[in-house]
Nanobody, 115 residues
Framework: VQLQASGGGWVQAGGTLELSCTAS????????MGWFRQAPGKQRELVAD????GTPNYKDSRATISRDNTKKTVVLQMGSLTPEDTAVYYC?????????????WGQGTQVTVSS
C-alpha cells in the first residue's frame, strides 16, 4: 500500500486545515486509516483515525475525519488552529495481520500555523 497525502501549507491562527490522503493498492475491511503529526523535537502522535466502517477515534476534539472506501481516501479537517499545531502531518494505514500490525505511512505534509 502506498499513501499519497495532499493539502497543508501555511494557515493563519484560528483557521482550518484540510488534508487528504489516497491509498493505492488493496484496502481491506480491517484497515484503519488516520492522521498522525510530529512537531519539531516531539514524538509522532495520533490526531484521529477511522475504521473501514466509518467509526472515528479522535485524540484532538477539533478534528473531523472522514473516509471514502470506494475512492480509498481519508480526509482530516481541523479548525481553531494555533501555532502549536505546526507539524508534519502523516497519513497512516494500520492493518492487523496474523503476524502483527503493519503500518503504512504517507510522505508527510508540512502544516505551519502563523500567529
Amino acid at each position: 500500500v502506498q499513501l499519497q497525502a495532499s493539502g497543508g501549507g501555511w494557515v493563519q491562527a484560528g483557521g482550518t486545515l484540510e488534508l487528504s490522503c489516497t491509498a493505492s493498492g488493496s484496502i481491506f475491511s480491517n484497515d484503519v486509516m488516520g492522521w498522525f503529526r510530529q512537531a519539531p523535537g516531539k514524538q509522532r502522535e495520533l490526531v484521529a483515525d477511522i475504521t473501514y466502517r466509518g467509526t472515528p477515534n479522535y485524540k484532538d476534539s477539533r478534528a473531523t475525519i472522514s473516509r471514502d472506501n470506494t475512492k480509498k481516501t481519508v480526509v482530516l479537517q481541523m479548525g481553531s488552529l494555533t501555532p502549536e499545531d505546526t507539524a508534519v502531518y502523516y497519513c497512516n494505514l494500520r492493518r492487523p495481520q496474523v503476524t502483527g500490525i503493519s503500518n503504512y505511512w504517507g510522505q508527510g505534509t508540512q502544516v505551519t500555523v502563523s500567529s
